[in-house]
């Protein structure tokens, strides 16, 4: 392997010459884990300090817990309180809590239980550059370093001996942690936004489908219809016999699977189907712009097909009727009202499902006036755009951290120190 001018080889791969590379133990202090008080004194757990779990630990800062526990209980059980800026490592249960390499710090004083490891810094390395090094490399450090055979965990004493790099100026550490931590800010932001954009649509949804609201221009009172009167024709669909190959290969129809019905509108599929596969099963060619309605062990999906498809059994082509409009009947299916009802049908067993004969039994109110229908699917519709946009910009976030971390935390951009 070339290692580039001015950089050395590490375990981590290739790093700045002038970085340093030694175990945690040489570079931070404390290595303190925590306890769970005895569950069989109530009034341990009636008290207001805060005690954090290895579950808690997100990537995160923790300024509250789940559960609180009292000072007795801290006294008792002789447990630590941690400083805001402690950082937190799950070192037990890693794999059957699935938090292996997770961490985070500590947002406001608190304790923690046994499955949690603080770690504090000190004059050679600072605890918000390590955040970032154990969130590139945690998971790794686990896999290669955790012992046990039930439950691969970590001790104290494994921990000071992981290794870590970085440089030797705290002052560009915390350059390097800055400049990952304001684009974190940026990404929570947006998520922030992002969730808020979702309860204002589902609270549109609830008003507007509802008729609880009526826009502007329209004064002509709704209709109750059923489920039954909102289609031409539906049917669940149905898969070819797989052992018969025939009905695969070079298969040219497309063959609608749940992981098909995530989005809006499917304009793809991952699966195919032959016409021969067609002829012998229950599939059938579902045509554009119908609803694609999961029925099956996954209930509730909604899609709008854009191109011809078809469907495997638990997944119900839908061809509206002339009475409602396609993009208003997406939303109605998606509308809590409509949720409640087929909740209310479903037949419970091993998966939960719902045929079409008791969706049809479902009482739907609308309005007959498409203008007033086609006037609440566009804010709708209006509204999942700008979510979509949101999330768009949330993920270009998103890719831009990973090379930002991939860059920054090798050494490949180095930043200037003022």
């Not at 404390?30 to 569950?39: D, I, W």
């Not at 009034?43 to 990537?59: D, P, T």
């Not at 002509?220 to 669909?237: H, I, M, Q, T």
Request: glycine letters at 8%.
């Amino acid at each position: 392997m070339n290692i580039p001018q001015g950089y050395k080889q590490t375990e981590f791969g290739p790093i700045p010459s002038d970085w340093g590379v030694c175990t945690f133990q040489n570079v931070l202090t404390t290595f303190s884990s925590g306890a769970t008080p005895y569950r069989g004194i109530p009034e341990y757990y009636k008290g207001n300090v805060r005690w954090i779990s290895s579950g808690e630990l997100n990537y995160n800062k923790i300024f509250d817990t789940i559960e609180h526990i009292s000072q007795q209980a801290v006294r008792n059980t002789n447990l630590r309180v941690h400083q805001s800026g402690t950082f937190l490592m799950a070192i037990t249960g890693l794999e059957a809590e699935g938090t292996r390499g997770r961490c985070a710090f500590v947002g406001a004083p608190a304790t923690t239980n046994q499955s949690c490891l603080a770690i504090n810094g000190t004059e050679r390395m600072c605890t918000e550059y390590l955040f970032w090094f154990y969130r590139m490399w945690g998971q790794y450090l686990a896999f290669k370093y955790c012992q046990g055979t039930k439950q691969q965990s970590y001790t104290a004493n494994i921990v000071k001996n992981l290794p870590i790099y970085g440089p030797k100026d705290i002052a560009e550490q915390k350059a390097i942690a800055e400049a990952l931590g304001d684009i974190d800010g940026l990404i929570a932001a947006l998520d922030k936004k992002i969730a808020k954009k979702r309860l204002i649509k589902q609270g549109a949804m609830q008003q507007l489908l509802t008729g609880k609201k009526r826009l502007p221009g329209f004064s002509d009172p709704w209709v109750e219809k059923k489920f039954s009167d909102l289609y031409r024709y539906a049917s669940e669909g149905g898969t070819p016999d797989t052992n018969n190959m025939r009905f695969y290969a070079n298969g040219d129809v497309p063959f609608v699977k749940i992981e098909d019905t995530e989005t809006k509108y499917i304009e793809s599929c991952n699966s195919f189907i032959t016409s021969e596969g067609i002829n012998n099963s229950s599939a059938w060619i579902v045509p554009v712009n119908s609803i694609i309605y999961t029925n099956g062990a996954t209930i509730g999906n909604v899609s709008i097909n854009k191109i011809p498809v078809a469907t495997k059994q638990g997944i119900l082509g839908i061809i509206p009727s002339s009475i409602i409009n396609l993009e208003f009947m997406y939303y109605l299916l998606l509308s809590q009202n409509f949720k409640r009802e087929v909740d209310s049908r479903q037949a419970k067993g091993t998966f939960a499902t719902i045929i079409l004969k008791s969706l049809d039994e479902i009482p739907i109110y609308l309005p007959l006036n498409q203008m007033e229908q086609i006037a609440i699917a566009t804010i709708l519709s209006d509204m999942d755009k700008e979510i979509a946009d949101l999330e768009a910009q949330r993920d270009k976030y998103r890719l831009l951290k990973s090379g930002m971390m991939q860059k920054l935390l090798t050494g490949q951009i180095r930043l200037k120190i003022k």
